[in-house]
């Protein structure tokens, strides 16, 4: 992919990335953040589903990988003896990563294959944001 095919691909990503986050959100998805290097040819894309699970697509040419995690947050003590304060401590687990394609358009197709099977309510309505992701845009 060339570097105008990429920022034209990461502007199209931008512009629907509103529509596509109102329907994703029925899914329990929303698609946080959009990066392209023009450069590199590298195009990253951040989701997070409602419970806290975040998915970076990172896609160059000839791979495209996901990148799974777990936010979370936890209550522990701090301080000594005496003085001790409990405080929200914030955790990342480490889910997984694994090979989603050989690039950016089939980057962007897994992603959207992941979306659709780890929704939080399977919608009708989540898949047209997915093939407004994945069809529309990686054609």
Known sequence: ??????ATLADQLRAVQR??????????WSLTRVEANTE???LRVWAR?????????????GRATLTCE???SE???VGRRGDRALVRRLTSTFLGRHVVGEGVRSGLRG???????????PALV????LALIAGELAE
């Open 19 to 28: 529509q596509a986050n109102a329907l994703l959100s029925l899914a329990g």
């Open 49 to 61: 589903r409602d419970d806290g699970r975040e998915v970076t697509l990172d896609a160059r040419p």
């Open 126 to 129: 989540g898949r047209a944001a």
């Open 70 to 72: 777990q936010a979370g």
């Open 40 to 42: 590199t040819g590298r």
């Open 111 to 121: 992603l959207a294959r992941y979306l659709d099977d780890n929704a939080t309510t």
């Open 75 to 77: 209550i522990v003590p």
């Open 1 to 6: 992919m060339t570097a105008p095919d990429l």
